[in-house]
């Protein structure tokens, strides 16, 4: 029961290139929105995350856009580099509820 | 500051055994989250323990239960293992309102 959609499934950037990740959702109670990077065999480590109040967040190389009417939000990676190869998943969380949404995941990959 | 650790890293068990998998909170966490995450999907609630109790509930039947301890560790219990149980089973610890914070894993594979 998916409620986050995530595109593109796959991502091929070249080293220094920006990389953007897309999900959308449909639950307006969601007010909660995280992005989590995961290496093989590792578990999802948080990267960034945004609540509803706000359209974007940065935090170093990393950006968070946020558009509340159109319930989207995009993963914004500036200066990619190799390193940053890995799978990127967007998530949700309804206040007040336990349960955070996870989307398909996506797989970037970082040219040199 | 610790992070969260995961017992065991992998693990075979055939159809129609038990398993019991332990997660290790991080410093300061007193919840607990499980997730499962099959090859090549995200991550899927199983349910989530706080102050020993569970606090939500995915679409996961009851042969997937389990536990938090008064030092906030977790054990996650699955009965009568099916095939599709074959995934990595994830541990995520947090407060109240916060991030959640993942372990490692746990790949169970059911044969």
Known sequence: QQQVKQ???????????????????????????????????????????????????????????????????SLHIMDSQPGDSATYFCAAREWGNNDMRFGAGTRLTVKP | ETGVTQSPTH??????????????????????????????????????????????RGNFPPRFSGLQFPNYSSELNVNALELDDSALYLCASSSPGQGQYFGPGTRLTVT
């Open chain 2, 11 to 56: 693990l075979i068990k055939t159809r129609g055994q038990q398993v019991t998998l332990r997660c290790s909170s991080q410093s300061g966490h007193n919840t607990v989250s499980w997730y499962q995450q099959a090859l090549g999907q995200g991550p899927q609630f199983i349910f989530q323990y706080y102050r020993e109790e569970e606090n939500g």
């Open chain 1, 7 to 73: 595109s593109p499934q796959s991502l091929i950037v070249q080293k220094g290139g920006i990389s953007i990740i897309n999900c959308a959702y449909e639950n307006t109670a969601f007010d909660y929105f995280p992005w989590y990077q995961q290496f093989p065999g590792k578990g999802p480590a948080l990267l960034i995350a945004i609540r509803p109040d706000v359209s974007e967040k940065k935090e170093g190389r990393f950006t968070i856009s946020f558009n509340k009417s159109a319930k989207q939000f």
